[in-house]
Nanobody
């Protein structure tokens, strides 16, 4: 079955960088879009970035110019490079697989990796 496992989170200071990874298994990773989501305490989960199977990307306005989503299909791994981190980026970050052609939904979220940015 589809399994996604995130890693790379941590406690950093404002202005620092982190790179998150998402290891995928149980399906043909290269065939499907992927997305990064985040959820802060007391807030709804929000979509941070997406990448199609062909590598086209989209970003939430709040992270444009600071975050970069990428994928390595040979390693079945999704990445999120986060630069110039801000305290408001603090959240649990999860990856998810896209469904539909074109992609219409995301599911199979991993357990997530915590990112905490101190001011």
């Amino acid at each position: 079955q589809v399994q996604l496992v995130e890693s790379g989170g941590g406690l950093v200071q404002a202005g620092d960088s982190l790179r998150l990874s998402c290891a995928a298994s149980g399906y043909t990773f290269s065939d499907w879009a992927m997305g990064w989501f985040r959820q802060a305490p007391g807030k709804q989960r929000e979509l941070v970035a997406t990448i199609t199977s062909r590598g086209s990307t989209t970003y939430a306005d709040s992270v444009k110019g600071r975050f970069t989503i990428s994928r390595d299909n040979a390693k079945n791994t999704l990445y999120l490079q986060m630069n110039s981190l801000k305290p408001e980026d603090t959240a649990l970050y999860s990856c998810a697989r896209g469904y539909g052609r074109p992609t219409s939904s995301y599911a199979n979220w991993g357990p997530g990796t915590q990112v905490t940015v101190s001011s």
